[in-house]
């Protein structure tokens, strides 16, 4: 642990008879290297890390006075931040199963140990990504839907189970158990860990990185924590310490309190939409001030869980009481909260904190109103009466309808009839189609109408006031006669099962249930894309008549195409409006002014009749929770059900590859591995496979959903007798680098500039000017041994952290990106597979350069290596001679992350170490 200069600093805690062993920060300060007061909370953790981990090879002591010298003014200074536990989801857990397998694969062919490879921090893999919604609004869905899971994923299951045989302390949560990140709030986060290190024991602040970008989720409860690329975590599991510059710290302060009637979901689509505005990528953000004191826990962990959407790294708040609190009620041992306190007080991290920011900003929450966010961002607030006027406005701009509501298409009466397609004859805004679904029952549908009504994602469904809340409204309207219109597909997606435990104690499953809201499934379902199929009836008239249909769920992402490709508008709302909207049937509507439906005799009912009173929800969550249940429901949380039990896997240190798996094969990456790094060199004679605008995300980049025949994904599948009812979706293919590569930019609503308006995965060969899938153009360049880039706009990569998003990229033969701005996780993967992610200089881009797309380009300044922040030069050429010369900044930021680039990567960094120090 600690180096001799800061030997001092690590001293022993007492507590209740047992002797611990802590890196004692107020030494630090002792010795005049800081001010902990003044220090923001996630910085003091950052610091508590580097000083026990300075061992005087990673990280020295200069490592440790760096992380001290944190200041408002954040100075130019990388910090070695090594977590104390590692989260995995399924659909990024796979694939970094894959690559820990092919790890050991390369190490065995070396002749060296495979178990060399081994996590060297805890993991929990919790598989709750993978559940669809094939079967909804009956008693036994959740049956069937899970025997479907089991069916479609054996074997990335068993992939899975092999792992946890073949690794120590890599723990898995099986299906049917919950959300990532609920099962990590609710149980497997601890605040403080007590760990074993060399034989002694030692107090840990709890921190870690995820493979989901919700990962922030936690910082509810006060833990430092987010979310990182698989390819991150894989490395962080290896024991590497994640190397990061010292970030700005944006202090949020919080007053006043939640008016009736708003929600925590309100809470944090405001603050989304505040912190959007502000700016706080790649910026650590801290809640303070007098308005925390009102937040219940589960409010702040919703609060927590959008740190994306926000853009921040963390959102994070204080350890308080209602923390302790809250530890207590999810059923965690009483004398291990009493040692959390005692810790956290001596460290000066308990309580109330009002340290120095890098910005503060001002937040009211008396100023909450009902929201909702869309229709395809979820920093887009729409306050709750204005719907009825934004879907027309937005059918009116997309060039739907007309400034009248008369349709933009097909008969080409609308006024923006020239500049529309010719996909089918058009709708009016206040016309319906009539469509016979599947068991005869007949239905209209038309522009605005819902029809996917769903609560899910740990966002809401681990906040019992907006569970509650739902399931109230839902009684309300139950005993008012009011019903879901029959196209809308209902579904309730519980993060964890004590929620089906509290709502069933409280008598409102039944009432949910009524309303067609069954369970279906514990997993992610609907927010992360596996919505399941629509009728196929409605998806025909869809297309039939360009239909801008919506969807509406309790999620925290609704970018385009995610939660279904044949639904245009998807709007993110609290549980109790996903299932007023579902009774409403349409977006189009104002549910402060419009009547949601008409009881049974006749009258006109308004969302204000069914709404649920704050005191009434308060109280039924008083009664209908406590820690025993808890307890008991995670007392087997890594056992799993008779079918996990069944599931037959592999066995040993080194995984058995099947060549002829569709699921699980060995990537390319650690093949023919050679020991020295391959470095850095120009680019010459580079073709841009792609030019892309602004907000293009990584669902857009690697695509999670459903993929048809005619996609070179669906094509090498079929090619291998796959029936297309068994492709499954690309999330669960991502054991597979050959269905991946395949998918990467086939986004179904991406759009390639170099294209005129074509939607998707296609693309221009040059020089021939062909048109192809982009996976076919890679082809062709890697044959021609040309190199290529991708040129984009800004926020490039927003969205989930998909390190295939990155290796797909890779794996394309794209050597660099240029775009006018990052998301960090995308910006980090591609750092960790060797991609070398540019930034043009302010105030240009490709556009702005006059560039086509169809120029030679070639990128130096690489020659002698790289270094942080490079400032390197594009030279853009046509055929004809012409050339456009710019600048473009290397976003790679510290020195470990240059060596991740000249090593091809992170994980071939920690290989080659690895297998050098074996071999040596």
Known sequence: MATDTFSDAIREFEHDGETYKMADLTVLEEQGLCDLDKLPVSIRILLESVLRNADGDQIDADSVRAAASWEPDVPDAEVPFTVSRVVLQDLTGVPAVVDLAALRSAADRKGVDPTVVEPEVPCDLVIDHSVQVDHFGTDDAYEKNVEIEYERNEERYRAIKWAQQAFDEFNVVPPGTGIVHQVNLEHLGRVVHEREVDGEQWLVPDTLVGTDSHTPMIGGIGVVGWGVGGIEAEAALLGQPINMSLPDVVGVRLSGELPEGATATDLVLHITEKLRQVGVVDKFVEFYGPGVSQLSVADRATISNMAPEQGSTISMFPVDEKTLEYLELTGRDEEHIELVREYLEAQGLFGEQEPEYTET?????????????????????????????????????????????????????????????????????????????????????????????????????????????????????????????????????????????????????????????????????????????????????????????????????????????????????????????????????????????????????????????????????????????????????????????????????????????????????????????????????????????????????????????????????????????????YGSRRGNHEVMMRGTFANVRIENELLDGKEGGYTVHHPTGEETTVFEASERYREEDTPLIVMAGDELGTGSSRDWAAKGTDLLGIRATIGKSYERIYRDNLIGMGVLPLQFAEGEGWEELGLEGDEYFEISGLENGLEPNAELDVTAETDDGETVEFSVTAQVDTPMAVEYVENGGVLHLVLRRLLTEELN
């Open 361 to 729: 900003v001002e937040f009211d929450l008396d100023e909450v109103e009902p929201s909702l966010a869309g229709h395809k961002k979820p920093h887009q607030r729409i306050p709750m009466g204005d719907l009825d006027d934004h879907f027309p406005a937005l059918l009116e701009e997309q060039g739907v309808i007309g400034a009248g509501g008369e349709p933009a298409i097909g008969d080409g009466s609308g006024a923006a009839a020239a500049d529309a397609t010719d996909a089918g004859p058009g709708l009016p805004l206040d016309e319906k189609v009539p469509v016979e679904l599947e068991d005869g029952t007949e239905v209209e549908i038309g522009h605005g109408d819902v029809l996917v009504s769903a609560i899910t994602s740990c966002t809401n469904t681990s906040n019992p006031s907006v569970m509650v809340g739902a399931g109230l409204l839902a009684r309300n309207a139950a005993e008012q006669g009011l019903e879901i219109p029959d196209y809308v597909k209902t579904s309730l997606a519980p993060g964890s099962r004590v929620v089906t435990e509290y709502l069933e104690r409280a008598e409102l499953l039944d009432d949910l249930e009524e309303l067609g809201y069954h369970v279906v499934g514990y997993g992610c379902t609907t927010c992360i894309g596996n919505s399941g199929p629509l009728p196929e009836p409605i998806e025909n008239a869809i297309d039939e008549h360009d239909l801008w249909t919506t969807s509406v769920l309790s999620g925290n992402r609704n970018f385009e195409a995610r939660i279904h490709p044949k639904i245009q508008a998807n709007y993110l709302a609290s549980p109790p409006l996903v299932v007023a909207y579902g009774l409403a049937g349409r977006m189009d509507i104002d549910l402060e002014t419009e009547p949601i439906g008409t009881n049974d005799d006749g009258e006109e009912v308004y969302l204000e009749d069914i709404w649920p009173d704050t005191e009434e929800i308060r109280q039924t969550i008083h009664d209908s929770i406590s820690p025993e249940m808890f307890e008991e429901k995670y007392a087997s949380v890594y056992e799993g059900d008779d079918r996990w039990e069944a599931l037959d896997a592999p066995t040993g240190d080194v995984y058995d590859w099947d060549s002829e798996s569709t699921y699980i094969r060995e990537p390319p990456f650690f093949q023919d591995f050679p020991l020295e790094k391959p470095g850095v060199d120009n680019v010459e004679d580079a073709r841009a496979l792609l030019t892309l605008g602004d907000t293009v995300t990584t669902d857009h980049i690697s695509p999670a959903g459903l993929f048809g025949e005619d996609l070179p994904a669906g094509q090498w599948l079929t090619e291998r007798d796959v029936p297309v009812h068994e492709f499954n979706t």
